[in-house]
């Protein structure tokens, strides 16, 4: 049904737009899908969350991840149920742990130094983290995602810092260690994804 929505949805944008190609159309089909696939995805995860009784806390964990998530990229499943399935792990599981981890300040103050310098090597090897279907290639946008990257993670974990409420620290600077955790080459290996960045790189550089 997804397909069929966003085929129909690109045919309409090729007709108002008949300058558009065969490559840019599919570039467009992909991400008509991940918007389109978001919407379902954001309702069952909520749904699951409300039933677990984290519905507060899952909602809280999607809003505050998204400006990191969504600048820094990282993997993709490749059919729609994969990606519900990972969607609905990633936000129910964080604050469901968060809720039993217990950490001293000292404890705490040192993971998120840990975490950070983690973060911040990540993100200058890896961030943003795009896909071979959605390749980021221009370079002003790859700079600026990854900006937006330091900027927000930092802010993340110094807000985990700062934030006296346990279960919403550890949201923080497990959210932000997970997310980190995506958008790295392990990661992507494991769930077969490719950065499109180096797809599309290595393509032109045989072609020359």
Known sequence: MIDKICTFLTNKIRKEM???DDERAEVINYGLQNIVGEI???FIMLAIACILGIFKSALFTFIVLLPYKGASG????????????????FYCLIPFVAEY???????KY???????IFGMIMIKLY?????????????????????ISYV???????????????????ILILGN??????????????????YGYEVYQDTSMQSV
């Open 18 to 20: 008949p300058e558009i």
């Open 40 to 42: 379902p995805k954001i």
């Open 74 to 89: 990282g993997v993709h499943l490749k059919t729609h149920i994969g990606c519900i399935i990972l969607t609905t792990t």
């Open 101 to 107: 981890i217990v950490l001293s300040r000292i404890v």
């Open 110 to 116: 040192i993971l998120i130094g840990i975490v950070w």
């Open 127 to 147: 961030a943003p983290a795009d896909t071979e279907n959605v390749p980021i290639l221009n370079k002003k946008d790859r700079r600026k995602k990854q900006i």
């Open 152 to 170: 927000t993670f930092t802010i993340g974990l110094i807000a985990a810092g700062i934030i006296q409420n346990s279960t919403i620290s550890n």
């Open 177 to 194: 260690l997970l997310q980190t955790l995506s958008i790295t080459k392990l990661v992507y290996r494991l769930t077969n994804n490719k």
